[in-house]
């Protein structure tokens, strides 16, 4: 068998299960977004600008989680089970400590809105959607530690499980709460965002319970002691792991931004925007978790020492994202005046959405060639190059350009995803060269 086919395969049976959780991910996303569209497109467009609060803020503590990436997926290759459970215990740390400012953040959401010129109504309807999430954060952050130190030990399966279980739950408790059955009152907005933080701690319970039982930190495990706190060792995450949320943030502000811009061309503009960004980003789980598992794998053989094979499963993994999102462009411009149908029947909405998804599609291709390059630097424990490429791509390019064609061309929305698609081209160029240029991949130091 060839190194390449070899590595299609290796990369195939992580990423699968990790596509699988990020789609479960998503799916909640969907039917949240469902299930408050059937309130009204105002209600839609609240939960949009909590989300995009939410996503905004929440991006830079997953980022700063990851950060034990590679230390996890090079312990593993390199067989050092103790290393492996350290970088755990660092990374739970951490996620206490990104969740603090995070929280402070989502208690001004209402104030961050009406600065963002959105209506005041719609601002006031999105700060109790975020504030009642707020208990929450510290359970997602602790439960993508632990979901990381699987996945970089290749134990890919438990977390796609207990996402599955988590959209039952999702659905069951946004239906209790949006809709006000079995008893409960209908608390609208309100109910999903409750729902929300609910199904975060079910997650994270679900996922301790199945590792518990199963015993899948054999082998990789060490009691807590002063070596779980130590400062350099937290640091040696953080180092990691700021570029990642930075990186994270950066784009997911991008998004926000856009979404914010969309917020001030009326609020069935914005609707129509959320309903193509919930698609895209449905669709977007699929190189996510391409890239995820391309940030394992990488990991795992610099850790044993194979930087050829790591080169090899980088040029897969390019390959492989570049593939998906290729079918996912002609998916979204086949299918646009059908796919607006499936969130409302708001005329004004699905017209203005079905002229976004072209757009949409002809950015795709670039979406998957950047975030599987950020995957691969994550591996190699290289992340600064992905924070900078997004600072350039997105703020020196993507939003500029956004504002000027949709406020001074008139283009309106379709300005703003004009503007994006350049930004994407400009990351994912910017990141294949520097993984090709970044020299033999290296072990980060313990």
């Known amino acids: 068998m060839t190194p390449f086919r070899r590595e299609v395969r290796a990369l195939t049976r992580i990423s699968l299960p990790v596509v699988a959780t990020q789609v479960g991910n998503m799916t909640m996303g969907v039917v949240d977004t469902l299930m408050v569209s059937r309130i009204g497109f105002e209600a839609l467009a609240a939960a949009a600008l909590g989300n995009a609060?939410?996503?905004?803020?929440?991006?830079?503590?997953?980022?700063?989680?990851?950060?034990?990436?590679?230390?996890?997926s090079q312990a593993h290759g390199a067989r050092d089970g103790d290393r492996a459970a350290l970088a755990l215990q660092h990374g739970l740390v951490v996620a206490v400590l990104a969740s603090l400012p995070?929280?402070?953040?989502?208690?001004?959401?209402?104030?961050?809105?009406?600065?963002?010129?959105?209506?005041?109504?719609?601002?006031?309807?999105?700060?109790?959607?975020?504030?009642?999430?707020?208990?929450?954060?510290?359970?997602?952050?602790?439960?993508?530690?632990?979901?990381?130190?699987?996945?970089?030990?290749?134990?890919?399966?438990?977390?796609?499980?207990?996402m599955l279980l988590a959209n039952v739950f999702n659905a069951f408790a946004n239906w209790v709460l949006i809709f006000g059955k079995l008893g409960f009152p209908e608390l609208g907005v309100l109910g999903a965002g409750i729902a929300t933080?609910?199904?975060?701690?079910?997650?994270?319970?679900?996922?301790?319970?199945?590792?518990?039982?199963?015993r899948l930190h054999r082998g990789a495990w060490r009691p807590w002691d002063r070596a779980a706190f130590d400062p350099r060792g937290i640091a040696r995450v953080l180092r990691i792991g700021i570029p990642v949320a930075i990186t994270l943030s950066l784009e997911a502000w991008a998004f926000q931004?856009?979404?914010?811009?969309?917020?001030?061309?009326?609020?069935?503009?914005?609707?129509?925007?959320?309903?193509?960004?919930?698609?895209?980003?449905?669709?977007?789980?699929?190189?996510?978790?391409?890239?995820?598992?391309?940030?394992?794998?990488?990991?795992?053989?610099?850790?044993?020492?194979?930087?050829?094979?790591?080169?090899v499963a980088s040029t897969v993994a390019f390959a492989m994202g570049a593939l998906v999102m290729t079918g996912s462009a002609a998916l979204l411009f086949g299918l646009r005046g059908q796919l607006p149908l499936l969130y409302t029947s708001e005329a004004g909405v699905v017209a203005t959405a079905a002229l976004i998804f072209p757009v949409a599609a002809a950015f795709q291709l670039f979406d998957g060639v950047q975030v599987v390059g950020c995957g691969i630097l994550r591996g190699m424990g290289r992340t600064h190059a992905a924070a900078w490429s997004n600072v350039v791509g997105y703020y020196g390019l993507a939003l500029p350009l956004a504002w000027w064609l949709t406020f001074q061309r008139g283009l309106g929305i379709v300005g703003v995803w004009w503007g994006l698609a350049a930004g994407l081209a400009t990351v994912a160029c910017f990141l294949v060269v520097w993984v090709y240029r970044a020299g033999p991949p290296r072990p980060v130091p313990a």
């Open 53 to 72: 609060c939410v996503w905004g803020t929440l991006m830079f503590v997953q980022g700063a989680v990851m950060g034990i990436d590679p230390f996890v």
């Open 257 to 311: 931004v856009s979404m914010l811009m969309a917020g001030t061309l009326g609020a069935a503009t914005l609707a129509a925007h959320s309903v193509v960004m919930n698609v895209i980003s449905f669709i977007f789980m699929v190189p996510l978790g391409i890239s995820i598992g391309a940030s394992t794998r990488v990991g795992n053989l610099i850790g044993a020492q194979d930087g050829a094979g790591a080169r």
């Open 197 to 214: 933080s609910l199904n975060r701690g079910f997650v994270l319970v679900a996922l301790v319970v199945w590792v518990a039982v199963f």
């Open 102 to 162: 995070v929280a402070a953040l989502w208690l001004f959401t209402e104030d961050f809105l009406i600065l963002a010129r959105q209506s005041p109504e719609l601002a006031r309807v999105a700060h109790d959607y975020v504030r009642v999430q707020i208990p929450s954060i510290p359970l997602f952050a602790a439960f993508l530690a632990l979901r990381q130190y699987l996945q970089g030990r290749t134990i890919v399966l438990p977390a796609m499980w207990v």
